[in-house]
């Protein structure tokens, strides 16, 4: 129990209710598309309905990096990124370091994607890195983007989520505080005998179960937010007296003397296979500096192996293909404060224990959502006596159900535009136009019970055209899927539409539920 005094109470509780309020509705933007971008990558895949290559740059591809090489500028072989998408596409970005006409640094170079499976080379394209187009990358990269920064630009929208994050910290450290019988309150039996008690005591048992977590989630996004903005210079100016060269020195290591000897490149394939043993997994990024060169490096990045929890970085000398021993994120050599970077990550995304533990965060952070649309609720019906608060909480349903429904009306517009290779341009566009509808819906239809009923059905319905639209734009079937192992499109399938049939069940459903006030009235059932 935690004692604490009337005064203090209620200095915590103002904290723990305005922290909701001024950024309530922010703060579950961020949270859902958390949750969503959690299965970012397998979003990806089941958006263009799997892929052939389950880790692609575990895949032969040194002849083709050959083959491309020898088709570029050799300026362009400065530095070489492969990378892949959803579908399995590598992309290989030869490119050196250059600057756009407002002196704004951005490399520049010829990228080229092409199946690891067949070798074809599908497109390229040559200028500077933020310009290039991955068509098929458009709904994934359109809900990372979402949370990252809220498309907004940098460094602007990761200050709006590292601000936020605080936000969600303060909330969850006074919610703490405020918790007089915190274990009773893990578990407290909702009562029924007022729709205001048992809002509040199930406000108060998903937050209660969901504090440990909450923590977790604000910390990591606030430090992942400011750590490599704000976090750095910060440090540059308090440890090496603003010295900037000497801190990136110390956190990347001393540049190697250069040799520009001309070098066979060593075999790619060889070292790319010695890494994914060391590993436990495929590659999931690869850099080569000064490729053909005699001071070529080849660096493979691995994210953690199913039950682990730190990522891996190996390094190997490019001209005879050495190994040349792991590379630690931050520093020189393996570090408390590069596992704890390192463990920020893990910990936000709850990649530590595969499928299983995204899985977990993925309910977590949609009982977070909970959390903080049944506090906002609760702070506003306190208010309910104030014109002003009653046309806030009008916002509360609006964007609540606004945001998933214009989520799965992106992916509706992503594949729509399948065919015509438009999705760039619409994958954006429906989710503004799905949430612009939203937005209409709750100002104009007032009756409440009608609104919350026609939101959930729309969901529902926008749900369940999902799995279908992925089928009926081309897509392969659920046997194609088991025969090449895409076992991940299927379950996102049955979840989809396990959720839509949910929701319009509940929007269709009627029962008997008690007014705030204790008058009866029938409404939709929640």
């Known amino acids: 129990m935690i004692e604490l005094s009337q005064a203090r109470s209620k200095r915590l509780l103002a904290v723990h209710g305005w922290a909701g309020t001024v950024l309530g509705l922010a703060l579950y933007v961020v949270i859902l598309t958390g949750a969503v971008v959690v299965f970012a990558h397998e979003i990806g895949t089941w958006s263009v309905s799997g892929t052939r290559a389950q880790q692609p740059l575990a895949a032969p591809m040194d002849a083709k990096i050959r083959e491309l090489a020898g088709q570029v500028d050799p300026e362009y072989l400065d530095d070489l990124?492969?990378?892949?998408?959803?579908?399995?596409?590598?992309?290989?970005?030869?490119?050196?370091?250059?600057?756009?006409?407002?002196?704004?640094?951005?490399?520049?170079?010829?990228?080229?994607?092409?199946?690891?499976?067949?070798?074809?080379?599908?497109?390229?394209?040559?200028?500077?890195?933020?310009?290039?187009?991955?068509?098929?990358?458009?709904?994934?990269?359109?809900?990372?983007?979402?949370?990252?920064?809220?498309?907004?630009?940098?460094?602007?929208?990761?200050?709006?989520?590292?601000?936020?994050?605080?936000?969600?910290?303060?909330?969850?450290?006074?919610?703490?505080?405020?918790?007089?019988?915190?274990?009773?309150?893990?578990?407290?039996?909702?009562?029924?005998?007022?729709?205001?008690?048992?809002?509040?005591?199930?406000?108060?048992?998903?937050?209660?179960?969901?504090?440990?977590?909450?923590?977790?989630?604000?910390?990591?996004?606030?430090?992942?937010?400011?750590?490599?903005?704000?976090?750095?210079?910060?440090?540059?100016?308090?440890?090496?007296?603003?010295?900037?060269?000497?801190?990136?020195?110390?956190?990347?290591?001393?540049?190697?003397?250069?040799?520009?000897?001309?070098?066979?490149?060593?075999?790619?394939?060889?070292?790319?296979?010695?890494?994914?043993?060391?590993?436990?997994?495929?590659?999931?990024?690869?850099?080569?500096?000064?490729?053909?060169?005699?001071?070529?490096?080849?660096?493979?990045?691995?994210?953690?192996?199913?039950?682990?929890?730190?990522?891996?970085?190996?390094?190997?000398?490019?001209?005879?293909?050495?190994?040349?021993?792991?590379?630690?994120?931050?520093?020189?050599?393996?570090?408390?404060?590069?596992?704890?970077?390192?463990?920020?990550?893990?910990?936000?995304?709850?990649?530590?224990?595969?499928?299983?533990?995204?899985?977990?965060?993925?309910?977590?952070?949609?009982?977070?959502?909970?959390?903080?649309?049944?506090?906002?609720?609760?702070?506003?019906?306190?208010?309910?006596d104030s014109p002003l608060w009653r046309r806030l909480g009008r916002s509360v349903p609006i964007v609540g159900y606004g945001l998933p429904i214009a989520l799965a009306a992106s992916g509706i517009s992503f594949f729509l535009s399948l065919s015509a290779g438009t999705m760039l341009f619409w994958t954006p566009a429906g989710f503004l136009i799905a949430a612009g509808l939203s937005i209409a819906i709750g100002c104009l239809l007032r009756d409440e019970t009608q609104l919350y009923r026609l939101y959930r059905g729309l969901l529902g319905a926008t749900l369940i055209a999902l799995p279908l639209l992925r089928w009926l734009m081309g897509g392969i079937g659920w046997d194609g899927m088991l025969e090449s192992g895409n076992d991940i499109v299927i379950l996102l399938d049955l979840a989809l539409a396990a959720g839509g049939l949910g929701y319009l069940y509940i929007a269709l459903a009627h029962r008997r539920e008690p007014r705030w006030s204790g008058v009866e009235r029938e409404v939709a059932a929640e």
């Open 81 to 384: 990124n492969l990378f892949h998408n959803g579908a399995g596409h590598i992309s290989a970005f030869f490119h050196t370091h250059a600057a756009k006409d407002d002196g704004h640094p951005m490399d520049k170079g010829v990228r080229f994607t092409f199946d690891p499976v067949t070798g074809e080379t599908l497109t390229r394209q040559e200028g500077f890195g933020d310009e290039f187009e991955d068509p098929l990358s458009a709904l994934d990269h359109f809900l990372v983007e979402l949370h990252v920064n809220l498309h907004a630009p940098e460094p602007v929208g990761l200050y709006l989520t590292g601000i936020l994050g605080f936000a969600m910290l303060a909330a969850a450290v006074s919610g703490f505080l405020l918790h007089r019988h915190l274990i009773k309150d893990l578990f407290v039996a909702p009562r029924l005998s007022s729709r205001l008690l048992n809002a509040r005591d199930r406000h108060i048992l998903a937050g209660s179960w969901g504090l440990p977590f909450a923590f977790v989630l604000a910390f990591t996004g606030a430090f992942l937010s400011f750590a490599g903005s704000i976090g750095l210079m910060t440090i540059s100016m308090a440890a090496f007296g603003g010295d900037q060269q000497k801190l990136i020195e110390t956190i990347i290591g001393m540049p190697e003397a250069e040799d520009a000897t001309p070098a066979q490149p060593a075999d790619l394939d060889a070292m790319l296979r010695q890494s994914a043993e060391m590993s436990g997994n495929g590659p999931a990024f690869v850099a080569i500096t000064h490729y053909g060169r005699a001071d070529a490096r080849v660096y493979a990045f691995h994210l953690a192996a199913e039950g682990g929890l730190q990522s891996q970085q190996h390094v190997f000398k490019g001209s005879d293909g050495a190994y040349l021993g792991p590379k630690p994120s931050i520093g020189t050599k393996p570090s408390a404060g590069d596992a704890a970077f390192t463990l920020m990550g893990v910990l936000h995304f709850g990649t530590f224990a595969g499928l299983l533990s995204r899985v977990i965060w993925f309910a977590l952070g949609l009982a977070m959502c909970y959390v903080t649309l049944t506090g906002l609720q609760l702070w506003l019906r306190r208010r309910a």
